[in-house]
C-alpha cells in the first residue's frame, strides 16, 4: 500500500474530524445538560480518532497533544469538570493548534510548538484527581533480549495468558519495510488501546543470513492484549489497516466476547440473509475479514471446490466457531426476509462525471433522433420519440442533480468565523443563516467558500460600527450579519449583508483617486464608485487590523467570482447597511437553451436568461443609438450581426430576444428565433481562450455545432464600451474646447 | 525471436501545389470534409468547429497558418484530425487539407536536415526533409506548426469584439 496515498487519507478525515469537533464546540457553548454531553461524546470521538490515526503514522506530537485534549474532553464528559468559558476558549485554541500541526506534517515542517497549550491542557487535568500520563510515557519501549525470542512488553506487566485476552496473531508481509511502515510503529499504536499482555516474536520465517535482504521484513508476531473498555474487533482491526493487504492479521476475541457476539446475533431485529453480514453485524468479523475469506471462496471454487463460508472462517481462524453456529442459526430464521436499510453510497467524482459525459450524448442523440422522426411524419414515431425525450430530460434533471450539494455545507463554518472575528474585534455579532437548502454544483462549492469568508470578515470589520456608534444611531447593540442563498434565472445567488454603518462613497472616492486608481475629476455611477472596492491595491481601513484591511482579497474576491463565470454586485445604504450579491451560474454541464440564428450561424442563449421576444420595430433599424421603448421602459440592444460581424445582409424582419441577467435587461437582436432545446455545453477548448461573448458550444440535433452567447459578458462589455467611448470623448472635448467643432465630423 | 524494428511512417498530403509529410504517429483519423460551423472573429486560420462524435474539435487551415492563400474546398478535401500535447493533456485538432496523398515508410536516415532558406516556411515548422523516390517532401515539426499556445494567442488578440467606430 502506497503511504503518501495513506497519508492523504490522513489529511481528509483529520480536517473532516476537526470540523466536527469544531461544530461541536460552538453547541456545547449554547447548550445546557444533557445536550452538551453529546457534543462532548462527539468531541472526544474526534479528538480520539485523529490520535489514532496520527499513532500509526508515527506522528507522536499529535498523538501527544491530541492524547491530552482526550484526556480533558474525557473528564469533562465525566462531569469531573466544569465546562468554563475560558475552558471552551481554551479547547478551539487546540483545535487550531491540532490542525496547524496536521498541515505541518503535510507541507513538510516543522510542527507548531505545542508545549505551553499542553502545559494548559494539564493544569485542568492536575485541578483533579489523578493525572493522567501523555501517550508518549504510555507508549512502551520494545526491546529485544539478547539471545531469546522474546520481546519484554512493559517491564512488570503479568505474563499470565487469561481468557480475557485477545489473541492477535500478525505475519507481516514481507514488504512492509519498503512500502513505508515499521511494524514496531503498529505494535506500539496497539498498545494505545489497550495493554499488551504478552508478545511472541516469531522467527522461523528469517533465512540464512547470507540470504538475508536487510529491507525485508521476515517477522510474525503473536500477542495477547487486553483491550482497554469500548475496543471492540473493528477498533483492533483498523490498527492494522495499512498493511492488511499484504500482511496476515488473525484477530481471535475473548471468550466473554465470544457470548456477547452470540447474544447479540440472536438479538437482530431485521432479517439477514448472508452468513458474513450477520457476523460483521454482530461485531464477530470485520468487513475487511469478510472481503478477505471471500476472496479465499472464490479461488477454492475455480480450483473446483465449493466449500461454504462458516467452514472456510472457522479453519481460516478468523472467527470463532461458535459465533459462526449462532450465525447459522440467524441466518436460517430469516432466510426468506431481505435487508433494506437505508444507505449513502460515495461514488467517485470522475465516474459521475462520466455518466454526465454520457447523459449529455444521450440528449445530443435523443435530440438527433426527435429531428428525423419529424422528418418521417410517421404520428406513431413521432410520440414514441416525444415520450423518450422526456424520460431522457428526467435523466439528465437527475444526473445534474447529483452533482449538486446544498450550500448549507459552506454556510456551516460561518458560525465559527464570526464568533472568532467578533471576539477579536470585540464587537457583538449575530449571524443569520437563511437558505441554505439552495443547490449548486458541487465543484462551485469549493471555490465559493474563500471568497465567502473574506466577505463575511470584511463585513464584520469594516460594516459594523462600534456599538457606541451603533446606539446614537439607534440599532441594536449587537450587530448582525447574514447569508442568504436562493436561485434566480439560472443563477445562484449568494448574498451577504451587515446592519452596519454602509459604505462611505466619498471615502471610496478619495482613496481611489489617492491610490490613482480613478481621475479627480471622472463621473462614475453609484455602482461603479462601489466597485472600485473590488480594484488591486484598495483598502479605506484607516488601520490595518489582523482580520482585514490589508487590500488583498476584495480583487482577490472578484477575481474567483469571475472565474466561475459570476458577478458581484454591492448594494450598500449609509447608516443602515452593506449587501454584497454574488451572482453564479447553477451548473456548467447542461442547460435549457433558446437557438437563434444570424446569417448562417447559430448560437444558443441560455433559456432561464430569456424573458421574451419580439420584432425590431423596423424604424429602429438603422439608427445610431441602440436602445427601444418595451412598454414605456428603456432597452438598450446590441445587433449581434455587428457584433459578431457576420457577413450575410440583415433580413428585412430581424427580432428582439430580451435577455435579462442579474438586474440588467438587453436586447439581442437577430435574424430568426430557431426554438428551445436541450443544450449540453462543449468547452471550446485552449485554442478559443481568448474568445470573448461565446460560453461555450453545443452539438445540435442535426449534428452541426452551435455557439453558446455568454450573456453577462456581451453586456457587461457594451456597457464598459459604450462608458470608455463617451468618456473618451467627453475628455477630448475638454481638452480642446476650441477645437470642437473641426472635431465633430 | 527478434523484434521488427519499428520504421517510422508517414502520410504524405497535398497543400496547393506542394506535398507535405507528417509523423502518422500524430494521427488519429482522416475524415471528409464537411459540417464546419465558423466561430465568429477568429483569425482566417482558424476556420471554425466541427462535431466529431460528439466532441467539438477546431479546425485549422494550414495554408493560412503557412502564409498561403486560404484554401478552397474541393471534391478531394479532407480534415486530418491530429492529437497534439497541451500540458498534460492531448487535444485534437483537424487539419484541412487539398488531398491525402499515401503512407509510407520513412527510415531516419532519408530524412536530411531543413535547409537555411528556400522551403517558404518558418524554420521551425519543418522537422526534415524527406526523401522520396528523388522528390523531397517537407516533414513538418508538429508541436510548432499547431502550437496551442501561440495560435490561441493569435486568436485571443487577432480581433475586439467591440472595435471603436
Given at each position: 500500500?502506497?503511504?503518501?496515498?495513506?497519508?492523504?487519507v490522513?489529511?481528509?478525515?483529520?480536517?473532516?474530524?476537526?470540523?466536527?469537533?469544531?461544530?461541536?464546540?460552538?453547541?456545547?457553548?449554547?447548550?445546557?445538560?444533557?445536550?452538551?454531553?453529546?457534543?462532548?461524546?462527539?468531541?472526544?470521538r474526534a479528538?480520539?480518532?485523529?490520535?489514532?490515526?496520527?499513532?500509526?503514522?508515527?506522528?507522536?506530537?499529535?498523538?501527544?497533544?491530541?492524547?491530552?485534549?482526550?484526556?480533558?474532553?474525557?473528564?469533562?464528559?465525566?462531569?469531573?469538570?466544569?465546562?468554563?468559558?475560558?475552558?471552551?476558549?481554551?479547547?478551539?485554541?487546540?483545535?487550531?493548534?491540532?490542525?496547524?500541526?496536521?498541515?505541518?506534517?503535510?507541507?513538510g515542517?516543522?510542527?507548531?510548538?505545542?508545549?505551553?497549550?499542553?502545559?494548559?491542557?494539564?493544569?485542568?487535568?492536575?485541578?483533579?484527581?489523578?493525572?493522567?500520563?501523555?501517550?508518549?510515557a504510555?507508549a512502551?519501549?520494545?526491546?529485544?533480549?539478547?539471545?531469546?525470542?522474546?520481546?519484554?512488553?512493559?517491564?512488570g506487566?503479568d505474563?499470565?495468558?487469561?481468557?480475557?485476552?485477545?489473541?492477535?496473531?500478525?505475519r507481516?508481509?514481507v514488504?512492509?519495510?519498503?512500502?513505508?511502515?515499521?511494524?514496531?510503529?503498529?505494535?506500539?499504536?496497539?498498545a494505545?488501546?489497550?495493554?499488551?499482555?504478552?508478545?511472541?516474536?516469531?522467527y522461523?520465517?528469517?533465512?540464512?543470513?547470507?540470504?538475508?535482504d536487510?529491507?525485508?521484513?521476515?517477522?510474525?508476531?503473536?500477542?495477547?492484549?487486553?483491550?482497554?473498555?469500548?475496543?471492540?474487533?473493528?477498533?483492533?482491526?483498523?490498527?492494522?489497516?495499512?498493511?492488511?493487504?499484504?500482511?496476515?492479521?488473525?484477530?481471535?476475541?475473548?471468550?466473554?466476547?465470544?457470548?456477547?457476539?452470540?447474544?447479540?446475533i440472536?438479538?437482530?431485529?431485521?432479517?439477514?440473509s448472508?452468513l458474513?453480514?450477520?457476523?460483521?453485524?454482530?461485531?464477530?468479523?470485520?468487513?475487511?475479514?469478510?472481503d478477505?475469506?471471500?476472496?479465499?471462496?472464490?479461488?477454492?471454487?475455480?480450483?473446483?471446490?465449493?466449500?461454504?463460508?462458516?467452514?472456510?472462517?472457522?479453519?481460516?481462524?478468523?472467527?470463532?466457531?461458535q459465533?459462526?453456529?449462532?450465525?447459522?442459526?440467524?441466518?436460517?430464521?430469516?432466510?426468506?426476509?431481505?435487508?433494506r436499510?437505508h444507505?449513502?453510497?460515495?461514488?467517485?467524482?470522475?465516474?459521475?462525471?462520466?455518466?454526465?459525459?454520457l447523459?449529455?450524448?444521450?440528449?445530443?442523440?435523443?435530440?438527433?433522433?426527435?429531428?428525423?422522426?419529424?422528418?418521417?411524419?410517421?404520428?406513431?414515431?413521432?410520440?414514441?420519440?416525444?415520450?423518450?425525450?422526456?424520460l431522457?430530460?428526467?435523466?439528465?434533471?437527475?444526473?445534474?442533480?447529483?452533482?449538486?450539494?446544498?450550500?448549507?455545507?459552506?454556510?456551516?463554518?460561518?458560525?465559527?468565523?464570526?464568533?472568532?472575528?467578533?471576539?477579536?474585534?470585540g464587537?457583538?455579532?449575530?449571524?443569520?443563516l437563511?437558505?441554505?437548502?439552495?443547490?449548486?454544483?458541487?465543484?462551485?462549492?469549493?471555490?465559493?467558500?474563500?471568497?465567502?469568508?473574506?466577505?463575511v470578515?470584511?463585513?464584520?470589520?469594516?460594516?459594523?460600527?462600534?456599538?457606541?456608534?451603533?446606539?446614537?444611531?439607534?440599532?441594536?447593540?449587537?450587530?448582525?450579519?447574514?447569508?442568504?442563498?436562493?436561485h434566480?434565472?439560472?443563477s445562484?445567488?449568494?448574498?451577504?449583508?451587515?446592519?452596519?454603518?454602509?459604505?462611505?462613497?466619498?471615502?471610496?472616492?478619495?482613496?481611489?483617486?489617492?491610490?490613482?486608481?480613478?481621475?479627480?475629476?471622472?463621473?462614475?455611477?453609484?455602482?461603479?464608485?462601489?466597485?472600485?472596492?473590488?480594484?488591486?491595491?484598495f483598502?479605506?481601513?484607516?488601520?490595518?487590523?489582523?482580520?482585514?484591511?490589508?487590500?488583498?482579497?476584495?480583487?482577490?474576491?472578484?477575481?474567483?467570482?469571475?472565474?466561475?463565470?459570476?458577478?458581484?454586485?454591492?448594494d450598500?445604504?449609509?447608516?443602515?447597511?452593506?449587501?454584497?450579491r454574488?451572482?453564479?451560474p447553477?451548473?456548467?454541464?447542461i442547460?435549457?437553451?433558446?437557438?437563434?440564428?444570424?446569417?448562417?450561424?447559430?448560437?444558443?442563449?441560455p433559456?432561464?436568461?430569456?424573458?421574451?421576444?419580439?420584432?425590431?420595430?423596423?424604424?429602429?433599424?438603422?439608427?445610431?443609438?441602440?436602445?427601444?421603448?418595451?412598454?414605456?421602459?428603456?432597452?438598450?440592444?446590441?445587433?449581434?450581426?455587428?457584433?459578431?460581424?457576420?457577413?450575410?445582409?440583415?433580413?428585412?424582419?430581424?427580432?428582439?430576444?430580451?435577455v435579462?441577467?442579474?438586474?440588467?435587461?438587453?436586447?439581442?437582436?437577430?435574424?430568426?428565433?430557431?426554438?428551445?432545446?436541450?443544450?449540453?455545453?462543449?468547452?471550446?477548448?485552449?485554442?478559443?481562450?481568448?474568445?470573448?461573448?461565446?460560453?461555450?458550444?453545443?452539438?445540435?440535433?442535426?449534428?452541426?455545432?452551435?455557439?453558446?452567447l455568454?450573456?453577462?459578458?456581451?453586456?457587461n462589455r457594451?456597457?464598459?464600451?459604450?462608458?470608455?467611448?463617451?468618456?473618451?470623448?467627453?475628455?477630448?472635448?475638454a481638452?480642446?474646447?476650441?477645437l470642437r467643432?473641426?472635431?465633430?465630423? | 525471436?527478434?523484434?521488427?524494428?519499428?520504421?517510422p511512417?508517414?502520410?504524405?498530403?497535398?497543400?496547393?501545389?506542394?506535398?507535405?509529410a507528417?509523423e502518422?504517429?500524430?494521427?488519429?483519423?482522416?475524415?471528409?470534409?464537411g459540417?464546419?460551423?465558423?466561430?465568429?472573429?477568429?483569425p482566417?486560420?482558424?476556420?471554425?468547429?466541427?462535431n466529431?462524435?460528439?466532441?467539438?474539435?477546431?479546425?485549422?487551415?494550414?495554408?493560412?497558418?503557412?502564409?498561403?492563400?486560404?484554401?478552397?474546398?474541393?471534391?478531394?478535401?479532407?480534415?486530418?484530425?491530429?492529437?497534439?500535447?497541451?500540458?498534460?493533456?492531448?487535444?485534437?485538432?483537424?487539419?484541412?487539407?487539398?488531398a491525402?496523398d499515401?503512407?509510407?515508410?520513412?527510415?531516419?536516415?532519408a530524412?536530411?536536415?531543413a535547409?537555411?532558406?528556400?522551403?517558404?516556411?518558418?524554420?521551425?515548422?519543418?522537422?526534415?526533409?524527406?526523401?522520396?523516390?528523388?522528390?523531397?517532401?517537407?516533414?513538418?515539426?508538429?508541436?510548432?506548426?499547431?502550437?496551442?499556445?501561440?495560435?490561441?494567442e493569435?486568436?485571443?488578440?487577432?480581433?475586439?469584439?467591440?472595435?471603436e467606430?
Amino acid at each position: 500500500m502506497n503511504l503518501e496515498a495513506a497519508k492523504l487519507v490522513f489529511y481528509e478525515e483529520s480536517y473532516e474530524l476537526l470540523a466536527a469537533m469544531e461544530a461541536a464546540l460552538l453547541a456545547v457553548e449554547n447548550a445546557a445538560g444533557p445536550e452538551r454531553g453529546e457534543h462532548l461524546n462527539a468531541m472526544f470521538r474526534a479528538a480520539h480518532t485523529i490520535k489514532g490515526s496520527a499513532g500509526l503514522f508515527g506522528l507522536n506530537e499529535i498523538v501527544a497533544f491530541t492524547h491530552l485534549c482526550e484526556s480533558v474532553l474525557d473528564k469533562a464528559r465525566e462531569g469531573e469538570l466544569a465546562i468554563t468559558t475560558p475552558l471552551i476558549e481554551l479547547l478551539f485554541t487546540c483545535r487550531d493548534h491540532i490542525g496547524g500541526m496536521v498541515d505541518a506534517v503535510r507541507c513538510g515542517v516543522a510542527a507548531p510548538e505545542s508545549s505551553a497549550l499542553g502545559a494548559q491542557l494539564k493544569s485542568y487535568l492536575d485541578d483533579t484527581a489523578q493525572a493522567v500520563p501523555a501517550p508518549a510515557a504510555a507508549a512502551m519501549v520494545v526491546q529485544q533480549e539478547h539471545a531469546g525470542p522474546r520481546v519484554e512488553v512493559e517491564s512488570g506487566g503479568d505474563h499470565v495468558v487469561s481468557s480475557d485476552h485477545w489473541h492477535i496473531s500478525l505475519r507481516f508481509g514481507v514488504d512492509v519495510l519498503r512500502n513505508g511502515m515499521d511494524p514496531i510503529s503498529f505494535i506500539r499504536y496497539l498498545a494505545s488501546l489497550g495493554r499488551i499482555a504478552y508478545l511472541t516474536t516469531l522467527y522461523d520465517g528469517l533465512p540464512n543470513p547470507e540470504d538475508m535482504d536487510p529491507e525485508s521484513c521476515y517477522l510474525g508476531f503473536e500477542i495477547e492484549f487486553q483491550a482497554a473498555p469500548n475496543v471492540d474487533k473493528l477498533t483492533i482491526e483498523n490498527v492494522f489497516e495499512f498493511i492488511r493487504d499484504d500482511s496476515k492479521v488473525r484477530i481471535l476475541p475473548p471468550h466473554a466476547h465470544i457470548a456477547e457476539y452470540i447474544r447479540l446475533i440472536k438479538d437482530m431485529p431485521e432479517g439477514m440473509s448472508r452468513l458474513g453480514e450477520i457476523l460483521v453485524r454482530g461485531g464477530a468479523l470485520t468487513p475487511m475479514e469478510l472481503d478477505e475469506v471471500l476472496g479465499i471462496q472464490r479461488e477454492n471454487a475455480g480450483a473446483g471446490e465449493h466449500r461454504p463460508l462458516g467452514t472456510l472462517l472457522v479453519e481460516e481462524r478468523l472467527a470463532p466457531p461458535q459465533a459462526v453456529a449462532a450465525a447459522l442459526d440467524k441466518q436460517r430464521e430469516h432466510a426468506a426476509q431481505k435487508t433494506r436499510e437505508h444507505r449513502v453510497v460515495r461514488v467517485d467524482a470522475t465516474r459521475l462525471d462520466a455518466l454526465i459525459d454520457l447523459v449529455g450524448e444521450l440528449v445530443i442523440s435523443g435530440a438527433a433522433a426527435q429531428l428525423s422522426a419529424s422528418r418521417s411524419a410517421d404520428s406513431a414515431l413521432i410520440e414514441t420519440i416525444a415520450s423518450l425525450g422526456e424520460l431522457v430530460e428526467r435523466i439528465r434533471d437527475e444526473a445534474l442533480s447529483l452533482r449538486m450539494v446544498p450550500v448549507g455545507e459552506i454556510f456551516s463554518r460561518f458560525p465559527r468565523v464570526v464568533r472568532d472575528a467578533s471576539r477579536e474585534l470585540g464587537k457583538d455579532i449575530q449571524l443569520e443563516l437563511a437558505g441554505e437548502e439552495t443547490e449548486l454544483d458541487k465543484s462551485m462549492v469549493d471555490k465559493l467558500a474563500d471568497p465567502l469568508v473574506h466577505l463575511v470578515r470584511n463585513a464584520i470589520d469594516h460594516g459594523i460600527e462600534g456599538s457606541d456608534a451603533r446606539r446614537i444611531r439607534g440599532k441594536a447593540d449587537y450587530g448582525t450579519v447574514w447569508l442568504n442563498a436562493y436561485h434566480e434565472s439560472g443563477s445562484v445567488v449568494i448574498e451577504v449583508g451587515d446592519d452596519g454603518g454602509g459604505m462611505d462613497r466619498q471615502r471610496i472616492r478619495n482613496r481611489a483617486v489617492e491610490r490613482g486608481l480613478i481621475q479627480a475629476d471622472e463621473v462614475l455611477n453609484d455602482q461603479q464608485v462601489l466597485q472600485l472596492v473590488f480594484e488591486p491595491g484598495f483598502s479605506t481601513a484607516e488601520t490595518v487590523t489582523n482580520l482585514s484591511g490589508r487590500g488583498v482579497g476584495m480583487d482577490v474576491v472578484k477575481r474567483n467570482i469571475e472565474a466561475l463565470k459570476g458577478n458581484i454586485e454591492i448594494d450598500s445604504v449609509a447608516g443602515e447597511g452593506t449587501v454584497v450579491r454574488l451572482r453564479v451560474p447553477l451548473t456548467l454541464a447542461i442547460i435549457d437553451g433558446f437557438r437563434v440564428g444570424v446569417g448562417q450561424v447559430s448560437f444558443v442563449i441560455p433559456l432561464d436568461m430569456v424573458l421574451e421576444c419580439l420584432d425590431l420595430p423596423t424604424d429602429t433599424g438603422n439608427s445610431r443609438q441602440h436602445y427601444l421603448n418595451l412598454r414605456g421602459e428603456v432597452l438598450p440592444y446590441l445587433p449581434l450581426r455587428e457584433l459578431f460581424e457576420v457577413d450575410a445582409p440583415a433580413p428585412a424582419r430581424q427580432s428582439v430576444v430580451v435577455v435579462q441577467y442579474g438586474s440588467q435587461r438587453a436586447g439581442l437582436v437577430v435574424d430568426n428565433l430557431e426554438g428551445e432545446l436541450q443544450a449540453v455545453i462543449k468547452p471550446l477548448g485552449q485554442l478559443f481562450r481568448g474568445v470573448r461573448g461565446l460560453a461555450g458550444s453545443t452539438i445540435l440535433g442535426s449534428g452541426a455545432v452551435a455557439l453558446i452567447l455568454d450573456v453577462p459578458d456581451l453586456i457587461n462589455r457594451a456597457a464598459k464600451n459604450e462608458r470608455r467611448k463617451v468618456a473618451l470623448i467627453a475628455a477630448r472635448e475638454a481638452r480642446h474646447p476650441a477645437l470642437r467643432e473641426e472635431d465633430r465630423p | 525471436m527478434v523484434e521488427p524494428v519499428e520504421q517510422p511512417q508517414y502520410l504524405t498530403f497535398r497543400l496547393g501545389t506542394e506535398t507535405y509529410a507528417l509523423e502518422i504517429l500524430h494521427i488519429k483519423e482522416i475524415i471528409e470534409y464537411g459540417g464546419l460551423t465558423e466561430v465568429p472573429l477568429m483569425p482566417r486560420f482558424l476556420r471554425g468547429v466541427i462535431n466529431l462524435r460528439g466532441a467539438v474539435v477546431p479546425v485549422i487551415d494550414l495554408a493560412v497558418r503557412f502564409g498561403r492563400p486560404a484554401t478552397t474546398i474541393g471534391k478531394r478535401s479532407c480534415i486530418v484530425i491530429v492529437e497534439v500535447q497541451y500540458g498534460d493533456d492531448w487535444h485534437d485538432l483537424g487539419v484541412i487539407v487539398d488531398a491525402v496523398d499515401e503512407v509510407l515508410d520513412l527510415p531516419p536516415e532519408a530524412i536530411e536536415p531543413a535547409p537555411a532558406f528556400g522551403a517558404q516556411l518558418r524554420a521551425e515548422f519543418i522537422r526534415g526533409m524527406g526523401k522520396i523516390s528523388g522528390r523531397f517532401v517537407i516533414v513538418l515539426a508538429l508541436e510548432h506548426v499547431l502550437s496551442i499556445d501561440e495560435m490561441a494567442e493569435l486568436a485571443g488578440t487577432s480581433e475586439s469584439l467591440h472595435p471603436e467606430s
